[in-house]
């Protein structure tokens, strides 16, 4: 099979190694990595620069951030990832029945999800977050609650586009059944996108755990995320800027290859989309 | 006028849904505001009487129309941490945010257009690799990441400017606005990033148009073709986007005022959230949610001013 | 005709190559021709024939679409003095253009600037070339506007494109191109998004200005009929190379190249089937002729649909809870009947229900009111599932866009097996044999069964949807527009198979089409619609050869003859726009009441609202 042009690109090249670098790390970095090398305290290098010792520096509790970032990587992944999973399986089921069955339905759902729109999904997230006591299956629940809106709207207008097609109406006429026509006609063609949106909201959501993180309404210790990381570095920013550094670093990475990665995925299956950013 | 009229209309029963939601989901938890008031150790008589005079015991939908009504009449309560009234706590802190929305959005737009207008003209040519690139890391970095950085570089290296801390414009402008420049231009960094994307993305569309084509036929040169036959098209499509960014903005604000300690909206959501100050938390939110709604409401209406197929409908 | 003396515009081995993925791509090669002043030549071809690369080289705007001109000379006499545009700078290339060559495009729609006014569209073309202040300007826009007969010319300058209609707007980008007096007018499809009354207004306003001027004419076309109608010489083009060349008598009477002769048998001509009573295969070059259908001209006695005051209407929704606050009147009152084995064509322009009227059949749209029985079975009062049972397996549709018609991500077997196994349909093997018979029969080999419909061209997509009508063994195919968007040759084709496919099976088909030389082909009989109503309705022979209703008669005159001994074309012609179909709520419209001029023949009584004389 050819490879896609996008993904011959610079850009699409350099978000499929950084893509599967991440995940890579998530994946593989706590079989390898004693878990207590990133809890050991060494009282003598606290607040360490980058040296040969820790070559990422060390944190306020002279905690080694190279290992911490290495085996925060999967939890930041893993609450992204299942928030993710959680807008789509809520997202995916509306946004269908609205784009698909129309009228009074369609009406109060995106009246419903438009509303929800207003509400800033950082704000949502944090509402959430902070209602039900943060901890790290409550961060997931948040940002999955606080995305769905979006991926709804999204999967309905394609949806609703895709019921239009004259081989759906075709399909129709060929005998199939609403549930046949949903699953063997719409929904493989509303695929692209979905998975398209997918990667996109994969990266907000690892922005969103940052922040939530960030703020102390996210994961809490003794889980190790990126977000927390940033958030413990706060009052050392003047003696100790790697400590925000090294983790901010970690996120923007990652982001940046998701985003890259979308990209190029978006170019790749969506031709009318070609020449976007 | 009967449009007008329709979104009026159509804005009062967001405003309500919104209103509703924003009761379920502060009503989710497992406490009460009694609780919160009296701490977990209280003697559970005096809870229950306290909960009694509150109304904690009516059904939700009862507590619900209470709610709504003392918003209407102008009785929002007062906050369990500040023990002061609502509302005019909202009014004060909703101006200091204003002003770093309207700064950041200031700073976004007027660097996104002109970026991502050039980079639609030179696509896939160096100028938009470099410009997409670097919109495309500014997209990618978190918000508090930028605010780290520039309070590293201005306020920490350079010292140019505070850090921390927000001066009422009616008392100094000139501080109001030093406070003010670093946390709008940690928002407005990541959201010029995001607009320039946009308005690359909607100039190469537009650029491919038959009237574009027409428009060189006609001999005019290609800066009128591009400035003004392409980007009258373009103005409606990216404010659309940026009306769209005030929502994420308001998302923002939470983390970079909270990080630069910039007692506006952000941070005292902030502080009702880690306080759980649940009157507080669901009259901020309601507001953030109706200046959101509003801020889209107002691009929409000026839509219709740059696109005259709009006005006719 | 040619004038002798130093040609306008000579254009001289032109190659023309566009960027590619792996290397680049050559857009056209090795063209040469000439034009002179006060001449028309017409570049003819199919789609990806580099018809449109070559004017766009002229006004070096293939630049802006990633095309270079590699090589060839493209002469233009400027002020006396010979130039060549491959050469020259870009600020004589923009002095040039919109001043000595003036352009118009396919898409009215999309060809003016939706954001700005016809005024500053049409001024500021003015002020770069000559310099004219606003209110020169405005008045030369004036004086341009009434020249292209356009109503209202002083309003129509403060508005914006999208209040006006289609052909108005072409207008409007014909005056454009015309207000610098350029000495040459380059039009690509000019008329192609049109239809074809509004063509024909706007092919007799090139021709008169053209001779009221004396400027030269490059127009591009893939319509043999349009070519025959218009040019003084013809370039005929294939894949990037020129054909031959020579004047239009010449090309039509006595083509010298094999594709060119093949071209031109697959046109229809408009009136070649005069006299003849049954529809007939086209002869088409290198291949064995189709056979004619022995029409079984009402064999049984009883219609096999019967369609009784079917009237479709569709909301406007609007206002507060987006309540309905109009109507479209889509299909009004229109009845009529298909008998076993026969076509009846409906044809009439864009808007005038044609469409919606077989959609109604099908309940694809659902009908407001009316009856439709399709042998005796009552279509509108089944419910969903015996409508899928029993209307569906009878009635098939095929439709208009080849690349929309199948699904993307659905292997062709499997899109064509798809009805016999929902319908449970019997068949002599397997289902698997059933699909490769199908191919069989619409030509395709069945090596395509395992193949998606991108690696498809789009004649043969046309032949996958018309397999999958088939596997039902229906009574009824509704082709709405299927062969519209093919080539013409592809066209030819498809409409042969058609024809072989109603003599073997006996199948009975509803032709929905725009295109009246093509229904002339197949149809057994025609019904003319306009604005909702069937105005027209008879045996085709009586409707071409004896229409009756105004309607049809402007209709047919419209009609381009792909002959250049029969000009059609006049001096100006101005049919009257279609008036809207929306009508408010309680809009009760008169009943449609048909006057029987001749056994079968039907023609709708006057004055039944539809602003017709």
Same mark, same amino acid.
């Given at each position: ?134 901890? &790290?299956? *409550?961060?997931?629940? =948040?940002?999955?609650?606080?995305? $769905?809106?979006? %991926? /709804?709207?999204? #999967?309905?207008? +394609? @949806? ?26 719409? &929904?493989? *063609?509303?695929?692209? =996108?979905?998975?398209?949106?997918? $990667?996109?909201? %994969? /990266?907000?959501? #690892?922005?969103? +755990? @940052? ?32 400590? =925000? ?33 | ?313 | ?613």
């Amino acid at each position: 099979m050819k490879v896609p042009a996008a993904f011959r690109s610079t850009k699409g090249i350099a978000g499929v190694i950084v893509v599967v670098a991440v995940l890579a790390v998530a994946v593989f970095a706590p079989l390898l990595i004693p878990a207590d090398w990133a809890t050991r305290m060494d009282m003598r290098a606290r607040l360490s620069p980058p040296t040969w010792a820790h070559p990422l520096g060390t944190d306020q509790l002279g905690r080694d951030l190279m290992f911490r970032v290495l085996l925060g990587a999967q939890t930041s992944i893993f609450i992204a990832s299942a928030a993710v999973l959680m807008s789509i399986v809520i997202g995916l089921p509306l946004g269908l029945v609205s784009g698909y069955v129309g009228r009074t339905t369609d009406n109060v759902l995106m009246r419903l999800v438009d509303t929800l729109l207003s509400f800033p999904a950082l704000l949502l997230a944090l509402t959430i977050s902070a209602i039900l006591g943060p901890n &790290l299956q *409550n961060t997931i629940i =948040a940002i999955g609650i606080a995305f $769905t809106p979006f %991926l /709804a709207r999204i #999967i309905r207008g +394609e @949806a609703l586009r895709v019921a239009q097609m004259p081989y759906v109406e075709a399909a129709r006429t060929a005998g199939n059944s609403d549930l046949r026509l949903i699953t063997l006609h719409i &929904l493989p *063609n509303i695929m692209p =996108a979905v998975i398209v949106q997918s $990667t996109i909201s %994969l /990266a907000f959501a #690892i922005l969103a +755990e @940052a922040g939530l993180s960030f703020l102390g309404l996210g994961t809490q210790p003794p889980d190790a995320s990126w977000g927390l990381m940033i958030q413990a570095s706060r009052d050392y920013l003047d003696r100790a800027p790697w400590t =925000a550094l090294v983790p901010g670093t970690a996120v923007a990475v990652t982001v940046l290859g998701l985003n890259m990665f979308g990209d190029a995925l978006r170019d790749a299956l969506d031709p009318r989309a070609r020449g976007a950013a | 006028m009967s449009y007008i009229l329709n979104r009026v209309f159509s804005m009062m029963l967001t405003l309500f849904l919104i209103s509703a939601i924003t009761f379920a989901v502060t009503n989710i938890l497992p406490g009460d505001v009694a609780m919160m008031i009296m701490g977990t150790q209280s003697n559970p008589e005096a809870l229950a009487g306290l909960r009694e005079t509150l109304g904690l015991n009516d059904p939700l939908l009862v507590q619900y129309g209470r709610w709504v009504g003392g918003m209407l009449t102008g009785d929002w309560g007062s906050s369990l941490v500040f023990k002061e009234p609502i509302a005019p706590l909202l009014l004060q802190k909703m101006t200091a945010s204003g002003l770093l929305v309207l700064f950041s959005m200031a700073i976004a737009l007027t660097c996104a257009i002109p970026l991502g207008v050039w980079a639609a003209v030179h696509a896939n040519r160096w100028q938009d690799t470099a410009a997409s690139s670097t919109a495309m890391l500014g997209v990618s970095l978190p918000d508090f990441f930028w605010g780290i950085m520039l309070i590293l570089l201005f306020a920490r290296g350079l010292g140019w400017l505070p850090s921390s801390g927000f001066v009422d414009p009616g008392d100094d402008l000139g501080a109001a606005v030093r406070h003010a420049l670093l946390p709008s231009l940690a928002l407005g960094l990541g959201l010029m990033a995001h607009l320039t994307r946009m308005t690359r993305a909607t100039m190469t569309g537009i650029l491919k148009q038959e009237f574009i084509r027409v428009a060189r036929a006609k001999g005019l040169n290609e800066s009128t073709v591009v400035w003004r036959y392409g980007l009258a098209n373009a103005v409606g499509p990216v404010m659309t986007v940026a009306g769209l960014q005030v929502g994420y903005l308001f998302g923002s604000i939470i983390v970079i005022e909270s990080l630069f300690n910039y007692t506006g909206m952000g941070w005292l959501t902030y502080q009702a959230l880690l306080n759980r100050d649940i009157p507080l938390i669901q009259a901020s939110v309601f507001v953030i949610a109706a200046v959101v709604m509003l801020a889209n409401l107002i691009v929409d209406l000026l839509y219709a001013v740059v696109d005259p197929r709009i006005r006719l409908s | 005709m040619p004038i002798d003396q130093e040609p306008l515009v000579s254009v001289d081995k032109l190659r023309v190559e566009f960027r590619g993925e792996d290397g680049p791509i050559v857009g056209v090669e090795n063209i040469s021709f000439s034009i002179a002043p006060g001449e028309t030549v017409c570049v003819v071809g199919e789609s990806g024939s580099g018809k449109s690369v070559t004017s766009l080289s002229l006004m070096r705007l293939v630049e802006f679409g990633g095309g270079r001109i590699t090589s060839g000379r493209l002469g233009f006499s400027l002020n006396g003095e010979q130039i060549d545009l491959a050469q020259t700078d870009s600020e004589t290339m923009q002095a040039i253009r919109g001043d000595e060559i003036g352009m118009i495009f396919q898409e009215p729609m999309t060809s003016l600037n939706p954001v700005f006014t016809i005024e500053r569209q049409m001024t500021d073309g003015l002020r770069v070339h000559r310099g004219l202040s606003r209110t020169k300007a405005r008045a030369r826009a004036l004086e341009l506007l009434q020249q292209v007969r356009i109503p209202e010319p002083e309003r129509r300058l403060t508005q914006y494109p999208h209040e006006l209609s289609g052909g108005m707007r072409q207008r409007v980008m014909i005056a454009m191109a015309m207000a610098c007096e350029p000495r040459l007018l380059i039009a690509d499809e000019p008329t192609t998004a049109l239809d074809v009354t509004i063509q024909a207004e706007i092919l007799a306003l090139i021709d008169r200005l053209k001779r009221e001027t004396g400027m030269a004419v490059l127009f591009i076309t893939h319509d043999m009929a349009v070519v025959a109608q218009m040019a003084d010489r013809v370039v005929v083009m294939y894949r990037g190379k020129l054909v031959e060349e020579g004047p239009v008598e010449r090309i039509f009477a006595a083509p010298q190249e094999e594709y060119t002769r093949k071209l031109l048998a697959a046109v229809p001509r408009l009136g070649e089937m005069r006299g003849k009573p049954a529809p007939e295969p086209m002869r088409l070059v290198g291949e064995e002729t189709a056979q004619a259908s022995p029409t079984p001209i009402d064999a049984a006695p009883e219609p096999l649909l019967k369609v009784s005051n079917l009237t479709t209407r569709y909301p406007v929704k609007g206002g507060l809870f987006r309540r309905t606050i109009a109507n479209v009147h889509a299909v009004e009152d229109v009845s009529f009947d298909i008998g076993r084995g026969q076509t009846l064509a409906l044809v009439g322009e864009s808007g005038c229900g044609k469409s919606s009227c077989g959609r109604s059949i099908l309940r694809l749209s659902e009908p407001t009111s009316g009856q439709v029985l399709l042998d005796r079975t009552d279509i509108l009062a089944l419910n969903n599932r015996d409508l899928r049972r029993r209307a569906w397996r009878d009635m098939q549709m095929v439709f208009q866009d080849p690349f929309a018609s199948l699904n993307p991500y659905m292997r062709l077997r499997d899109q064509v097996a798809e009805p016999i196994r929902n319908f449970a349909i019997k068949t002599a093997g397997t289902v698997e044999d059933r699909v490769a018979e199908l191919f069989d029969r619409v030509d395709l080999p069945r090596s395509f069964m395992s193949r998606f419909p991108h690696e498809l061209s789009g004649g043969q997509r046309q032949r996958v949807a018309i397999a999958r009508a088939l596997a039902v063994n229906p009574k009824l195919i509704i082709a709405d527009e299927a062969v519209s968007a093919l080539d013409v040759s592809v066209q030819a084709q498809v409409l042969n198979l058609m024809m072989e496919l109603q003599a073997e099976l006996g199948v009975s088909y509803l032709f929905i089409s725009h295109d009246m030389a093509v229904v002339e082909r197949v149809a057994h009989r025609v019904g003319v619609m306009y604005l909702g109503r069937l105005v027209e309705i008879g045996s085709r022979q009586q409707v071409f050869e004896n229409p009756q209703h105004s309607y049809t008669k402007s209709l047919l005159s419209a009609v381009p003859v792909a002959d250049p001994t029969q000009r059609n074309i006049r001096d100006d012609l101005n049919f009257r726009p279609i008036p809207s179909p929306v009508f408010p709520l309680g809009h009760i419209p008169a009943p449609s009441i048909y006057d029987e001029v001749a056994p079968g023949h039907q023609v709708l009584r006057a004055q039944m609202g539809l602003g017709l004389d």
